[in-house]
């Protein structure tokens, strides 16, 4: 079963604009990882929070989580043509040792 | 090298063939994993090899299976699939050391299989 359900479903923005993604999840977590997909390729790695972390950036990447809330948030900013990809979250669940991947937000960054 | 090979990259299979899907990693990890998505969905677990040996199965048909012959080497056989089983077949693999939920894992490109 799904653990996070990403919001938007899809996002549409031009060059130089910045993206958010939010995601939402159900049971406590350790830790929650970001993932992008380009068009039926393999995913790529881009962060993970712990969840005794409150934010975390990476380059153009900025992450937070509220374990309150149960959400996290992916802020791209800035963003490019090449950031154009699905954006999924995914979470462990406490007492299960895997991924759980959310339905993912699709961008499209328009030149 | 901190790539995830995988091959074939796309394969075309009748309800009655049997094949199998390879993937390669030389970073040194001892988890691996395959996931299987359909289009438009999120990668679905469906087994996680940890030391050679199965850790997790997600409760998959047995029209899958897995075979890990040594660290850098997974395999997938498939027998006997239906059209449904139509699917991005994705491998990752991660350090092992931390868990799986806890481990960066690292996607192959996937291999596109259509059941006709």
């Known amino acids: 079963s799904q653990q996070g359900e990403e919001d938007p479903q899809a996002l549409s923005i031009q060059e130089g604009e910045n993206a958010t993604m939010n995601c939402s999840y159900k049971t406590s977590i350790n830790n929650l990882q970001w993932y992008r997909q380009n068009s039926g390729r393999g995913l790529v790695h881009l962060i993970l929070?712990?969840?005794?972390?409150r934010e975390k950036h990476s380059g153009r990447l900025r992450v937070t989580l509220d374990t309150s809330k149960k959400s996290s948030s992916l802020l791209i900013t800035a963003s490019r043509a090449a950031d154009t990809a699905s954006y999924f979250c995914a979470t462990d669940r406490s007492g299960y040792s895997t991924l759980t991947f959310g339905k993912g937000t699709m961008l499209l960054v328009s030149p | 090298d901190t790539e995830v090979t995988q091959t074939p990259k796309h394969l075309v299979m009748g309800m009655t063939n049997k094949k199998s899907l390879k993937c390669e990693q030389h970073m040194g990890h001892r988890a691996m994993y395959w996931y299987k998505q359909k289009a438009k969905k999120p990668p679905e677990l469906m087994f996680v090899y940890s030391y050679e040996k199965l850790s997790i199965n997600e409760s998959v048909p047995s029209r899958f299976s897995p075979e890990c012959p040594n660290s850098s080497l997974l395999n997938l056989h498939l027998h006997a699939l239906q059209p449904e089983d139509s699917a991005l077949y994705l491998c990752?693999?991660?350090?092992?050391?931390?868990?799986?939920?806890?481990?960066?894992?690292?996607f192959g490109p996937g291999t596109r299989l259509t059941v006709l």
């Open positions: 929070i712990r969840s005794n972390e």
């Open positions: 990752a693999s991660s350090q092992g050391l931390a868990g799986p939920s806890t481990d960066t894992q690292y």
